[in-house]
């Protein structure tokens, strides 16, 4: 079974400054794809970032992109430039490709300090 | 572009009890997809529906069911309620089943 992990429950950062936050996975498939998922505390989840697996080269939208090292089965979500609207829960989630059942890990509670 | 919805916002129930929940999805997506999250924990994925038909299932009792309507909407229902069930429900919905997924805002379930 494909599990999600996200080894820091929480963690801070000061505005305007760059956090990575980390997320690992195990499965034995060759094509899939990861998200990084935003949940504010108004908790309608919103997609950050998506990554296939076939592609190598990492995706990036505006202050956010990810370090995918697929060997290692990690993906990590770096935020640059961080803002106080930053402040959220940050899920990962993996979903196979011939799949339908997304699988996210327990979450990173990221706070932005002014 | 009206995104998705669902409601109620929050409901209480008693133990033994039957809740409907409901999801509007997002103008154009014939796929919903609902999901189970537990107070500090990541969503479970409960079930998909395409086009009408039940297409895959997480790790739910089969008192857990749903339904899509033709106009893609769909309802989540549970019977028989346990003190457990108290959760956020999720419903996102999507283009196709392995699309990009847009969830709604969730509805709050409390089991006393």
């Known amino acids: 079974a494909q599990t999600v992990t996200q080894s820091q429950p929480e963690m801070s950062v000061q505005e305007a400054e760059t956090v990575t936050l980390s997320c690992t996975y195990d499965t034995s498939e060759s094509n899939y794809y990861l998200f990084w998922y935003k949940q504010p505390p108004s908790r309608q989840m919103i997609l950050v970032i998506r990554q296939e697996a076939y592609k190598q080269q990492n995706a990036t939208e505006n202050r956010f992109s990810v370090n995918f090292q697929k060997a290692a089965k990690s993906f990590s979500l770096k935020i640059s430039d961080s803002q106080l609207g930053d402040t959220a829960m940050y899920f990962c989630?993996?979903?196979?490709?011939?799949?339908?059942?997304?699988?996210f890990g327990a979450g990173t509670r990221l706070t932005v300090k002014p | 572009e009206t995104g998705v919805t669902q409601s109620p916002t929050h409901l209480i129930k008693t133990r033994g009890q039957q809740v409907t929940l409901r999801c509007s999805s997002q103008?154009?997506?014939?796929?919903v997809s609902w999901y189970q999250q537990a107070l500090g924990q990541g969503p479970q994925f409960i079930f998909q529906y395409y086009r009408e038909e039940e297409n895959g299932r997480g790790n739910f009792p089969p008192r857990f069911s749903g339904l899509q309507f033709p106009n893609y909407s769909s309802e989540l229902n549970v019977n028989a309620l346990e003190l457990d069930d108290s959760a956020l429900y999720l419903c996102?919905?999507?283009?196709?089943?392995?699309?990009?997924?847009?969830f709604g805002p969730g509805t709050r379930l409390t089991v006393l």
């Open positions: 989630a993996f979903l196979r490709n011939n799949n339908n059942d997304m699988r």
């Open positions: 996102a919905s999507s283009l196709s089943q392995r699309n990009e997924q847009f």
């Open positions: 103008s154009g997506h014939n796929t």
